[in-house]
């Protein structure tokens, strides 16, 4: 899902000079999810990552388990960032906080963070922001481990019937 979204988002990025990739663990087992939603999620972030980061700056798409057996995939950028007294307000709906947008292509309707936010919480999970004024934001996604599918239950479907 990630790398579809980097090649979905890659001629965005590559029009403002952004490298788009993925640092995912490697054997991360399916996720039971909606997957229509996983990748709207994700296409928010990854589509804001981009848009507000700078020329010349890497938009990163890491995918890991954590101690505690749940999955965390973070969108990381080198953009503009958001003050940490906004944080709050950027994940309320039509809550606008990019003052330092330098023109209209960069407001959008204020719903990507939000309406992903949303789209978590119906998983189970949660959504947090890390991000300093003009150093980058950092979104983390974490999902329940319940709602990874265990070793023992990955076969082929005909296998299943």
Known sequence: MIA????????????????????????????????????????????????????????????????????CIAVIDEGIGIPSDKIDQALEPFGQINERAENAQNQGTGLGLPLAKAMVDLHGGTLDIQSEEGEGTTVYVTLPARRLVPEKDKQPLAEKR
């Open 4 to 71: 579809s979204i980097i090649r979905m988002l890659d001629s965005r990025a590559f029009g403002k000079n952004v490298k788009l990739m993925a640092k995912c663990e490697k054997n991360i087992p399916p996720l039971y999810a909606d997957q229509r939603l996983m990748r709207q999620i994700f296409i928010n972030l990854a589509g804001n990552a981009v848009k507000f980061s700078e020329s010349n700056s890497t938009v990163i798409i890491e995918a890991a388990i954590q101690p505690d057996g749940d999955l």
